[in-house]
């Protein structure tokens, strides 16, 4: 395994140009199959990017490219459990760049005051269930609107 520490920072509205790029290329990866938070058009990437609430936006950056997307979102809904989610450019993946990710989003979870994370994965997508295991999440055996939920303490 790869591993990376390439520089992940909390989104601002200079990021929109980055963050819309790298949203293009997960459409045409057909990312939106098993990755559904939002649209992923340029609207959307302005609206995370000028976003100043309690929820947490950020990617990983290579340079002046975004090349991994990560989330924690619910602490602007007043949900004490936040819901993560992560996405690596389709160019970058099994690069560690998730894994990365992970461990950055963990960590600002427990800054924001989370002792816990949940994330839905759809039960074909063995690559992500391997890795959210790795990192200490486990399943429950229920399915959820076709996805299973796993929990992490943080």
Same mark, same amino acid.
């Given at each position: 395994? @790869? ?12 990021d ?8 293009t290329?997960?459409? #045409?990866?057909?990312?939106?199959? @098993?990755f559904? +938070?939002h649209?992923?058009? #340029? ?10 609430? #309690?929820?947490?936006?950020?990617? *990983?950056?290579?340079? +002046? ?6 989330m924690?979102? *619910? ?8 819901s ?5 450019? +389709? @160019?970058?993946? #099994?690069a560690?760049l998730?894994r ?6 963990h ?9 816990k994370i ?5 039960p074909? @997508? ?9 990192? *200490?999440?486990v ?10 939920? *796993?929990?992490?303490t943080?």
């Open positions: 395994m @790869n591993q990376v520490s390439l520089p992940i920072r909390r989104l601002a509205p200079r929109v140009d980055g963050l819309s790029s790298l949203f290329a997960f459409e #045409r990866a057909g990312y939106q199959k @098993n559904h +938070p649209l992923f058009d #340029r609207a959307t990437a302005s609206e995370i990017c000028a976003s100043s609430g #309690r929820d947490y936006y950020c990617c *990983g950056w290579d340079g +002046p490219v975004a090349v991994s997307y990560g924690l979102r *619910g602490f602007d809904g007043g949900y004490a459990v936040p993560l989610g992560i996405a690596t450019h +389709p @160019n970058r993946c #099994r560690g998730a990365n990710m992970m461990h950055h989003l960590s600002m979870a427990r800054m924001l005051g989370a002792t949940m994330l839905k994965v759809y074909e @997508n063995h690559a992500a269930i391997d890795l959210y295991a790795s990192v *200490g999440y399943f429950e055996q229920a399915i959820a609107a076709g996805q299973r939920i *796993g929990y992490c943080v």
